[in-house]
């Protein structure tokens, strides 16, 4: 018995076919690429556990911005690594601070560019975790202080903005955070810069490559008290209802890959933009597979960013962002 042609099949005929009723684009005007400045003059130090991926001082970042520019990509995010640490992360929050000055230089050289300043202060913490530490004398112990954390990533926030930042993401998941920023950022006539929270941000293994990147480390314990169990998908809907009553305009899910199934919740849940975070790991897994001839890169990540986009990503933070802008442009 002859069985007809299925209309899926002729739908997929030609290269030109697929394309028209392609369900599903990525574009270049979907990233966001993470940048990580620092203090020091010619420095261009690539990251060893992420290749193509480097520490740059202010005077060598001019070029890298060029060539995000000549890319397409329309937005960076900023990670800074400070000349010196301490318990409250003071230079997360000081007018000359390193993202504020790499802020003020790229808005200077690209205007156009949208520069999205991470708001934490475990990069900035003698001690690596993203708030203030309480030392309980009883015990001995020490935890995060959520409060007065907040108090640190409030001034952190408005000095970002006051620096040029157009998006303030802050990072840390402290409770309240979103609020305690919007109401700062309001108080300091900065109404119209938005905040892209990080909503869902699990207590993940992904991130080991970006410890190294950002030297941020945890000096003792971890951050499982502030960060999402892997295992936990209701609880993520929680968090970001959480956000967007406290004035989110962007909610985000970190890591991407292994959590969507949690992107496409939150897309069906909510109508405001939502970003995947495509982590470290994720990136080095990929360069590292690639390098031993193990995989096609271009068509891995090409196929792993569609697969961000498919599940309900509107905005994906990459470290690919620049392969995969001249990659699809054919190149």
Known sequence: MAFPITR?????????????????????????????VTHGTDVKVEISSMPGVYHLSLDRLRAEIDVVVASGVKAVLLFGLPETKDAVGTSAFEADGIVQQATRAIKEWAPELLVVADTCLCEFTDHGHCGMIHHDPRTGSAEVDNDSSLELLVKTAVSQAQAGADIIA?????DGFVGAIREGLDAAGFEMVPIMSYSVKYASAFYG?????????????????????PANAREALREAESDVLEGADMLMVKPAL?????????????????????VSAE????????????I???????????????????????????DAARWLRGE
């Open 8 to 36: 899926h099949r002729r739908l997929r005929r030609t290269a030109a076919m697929r394309s028209i009723v392609r369900e599903t684009q990525l574009s270049v005007d979907d990233f966001i690429y993470p940048l990580f």
């Open 170 to 174: 802050p990072s840390n998941m402290m």
């Open 209 to 229: 490559p970006f410890r190294e990147a950002a030297q941020s480390a945890p000096q003792f314990g971890d951050r499982k008290s502030y960060q999402m169990d």
């Open 258 to 278: 292994a959590y969507m199934d949690v992107i496409r919740m939150l897309k069906e849940q909510y109508d405001l933009p939502l970003v995947a975070y495509n």
């Open 283 to 294: 990136y080095s897994m990929v360069k590292a597979a690639a390098a031993n001839g193990w």
């Open 296 to 322: 096609d890169e271009r068509a891995i990540v090409l196929e792993t960013l569609t697969g961000m986009k498919r599940a309900g990503a509107d905005v994906i933070i990459t470290y690919h962002a620049l």
